[in-house]
Nanobody
């Protein structure tokens, strides 16, 4: 079992920056594939970025070059640095973890990010 606690969402103007954090507990952090999804009301939850336990990253095309995912294994924490935010980045952002090499998946509670003038 993995517990994920997110923080760092909020309201920001277009062009601004936010950093999301997600602290994981309950399982060895080094075994986790961990990342972020986002969801608009009435739409599916889509991958934003993920990072493997060996540091390999993957990004959605819409955020590549603006968002950076990183992990601090000593703090059991994954970060999503979001720069040059756009109106369309507004969504609820969910931290996600999968225990490798299994398919056991876990989700955080969600953190609202609102980009508005």
């Amino acid at each position: 079992q993995v517990q994920l606690v997110e923080s760092g969402g909020g309201l920001v103007q277009p062009g601004g920056s936010l950093r999301l954090s997600c602290v994981a507990s309950g399982s060895a952090f080094s075994t986790l594939l961990i990342g972020w999804y986002r969801q608009d009301p009435g739409k599916q939850r889509d991958l934003v970025a993920q990072i493997t336990n060996s540091g390999l990253t993957k990004y959605a095309d819409s955020v590549r070059g603006r968002f950076t995912i990183s992990r601090d294994n000593a703090k059991n924490t994954v970060y999503l640095q979001m720069n040059s935010l756009k109106l369309e980045d507004t969504a609820v952002y969910y931290c996600y973890a999968r225990i490798l090499p299994t398919w056991n998946e876990f989700w955080g509670q969600g953190s609202q990010v609102t980009v508005s003038p």
